[in-house]
């Protein structure tokens, strides 16, 4: 298996932009994450779904900040208008409700997002 | 509700030196706990994990941890240093039951000094 996938990598814009990430979870899990890491706040967890559905999305720091997992193999996360102060890492990770493996979560490469 | 709580944010060792990284945990059920790493410019890495089997757990890269209940710790600790090692550990808990989210700590910075 390839593990989780993201794209881009990397991805400068400029403020006011809209910004779409992109992350194929791990064929097969039921779960996906998305978290947001930075110098300042550390690893936040922004989102997650369980079978294409938001569970919780308390994390999600305002209103310009949207997920969606249309399908089971893939989700964005978009954010729209983009600020400076968005500039971070993001992170998508998906696991599994069983297995032995249940509850580890694997995470893909992240997104460097930077928004001057 | 849980919670971890990693002991310094930075701990430096030399190459061949014990590792030891501290971690408690806070949580109103039996918990699953992990060990995850993450080396520069990329995504975290599972290294370890317990799910109320074995209080002794291996990983890998030679890395174990213990599970105290009673201490509600669950620290990391290699034998020996290797400079490869250098990365953040981040510990990580969930209730146990099939509750999917994680709750991560601030993650320790090893430092590795030749």
């Known amino acids: 298996d390839a593990g989780v996938i993201q794209s881009p990598r990397h991805e400068v814009t400029e403020m006011g932009q809209e910004v779409t990430l992109r992350c194929k979870p791990i064929s097969g899990h039921d779960y996906l994450f998305w978290y947001r890491q930075t110098m300042m706040r550390g690893l936040e967890l922004l989102i997650y779904?369980?079978?294409?559905?938001?569970?919780?999305d308390s994390g999600m720091p305002e209103d310009r900040f949207s997920a969606k997992m249309p399908n089971a193999s893939f989700s964005t996360l978009k954010i729209q208008p983009s600020e400076p102060r968005d500039s971070a890492v993001y992170f998508c990770?998906?696991?599994?409700?069983?297995?032995?493996?249940?509850?580890?979560?694997?995470f893909g490469p992240g997104t460097r997002l930077t928004v001057l | 509700a849980q919670s971890v709580t990693q002991l310094g944010s930075h701990v430096s060792v030399s190459e061949g030196a014990l590792v030891l990284l501290r971690c408690n945990y806070s949580?109103?059920?039996?918990?699953?706990l992990f060990w995850y790493v993450q080396y520069p410019n990329q995504g975290l890495q599972l290294l370890l994990k317990y799910t109320s089997a074995a209080t002794l757990v291996k990983g890998i890269n030679g890395f174990e941890a213990e599970f105290k209940k009673s201490e509600t710790s669950f620290h990391l600790t290699k034998p020996s240093a290797h400079m490869s090692d250098a990365a953040e550990y981040f510990c990580a808990v969930n209730p146990s039951g099939g509750y999917q989210k994680v709750t991560f700590g601030t993650g320790t910075k090893l430092q590795v000094i030749p």
């Open positions: 779904f369980n079978n294409n559905v938001p569970i919780d």
């Open positions: 990770a998906s696991s599994l409700t069983s297995g032995d493996n249940r509850n580890e979560q694997f």
């Open positions: 949580s109103s059920v039996p918990p699953y």
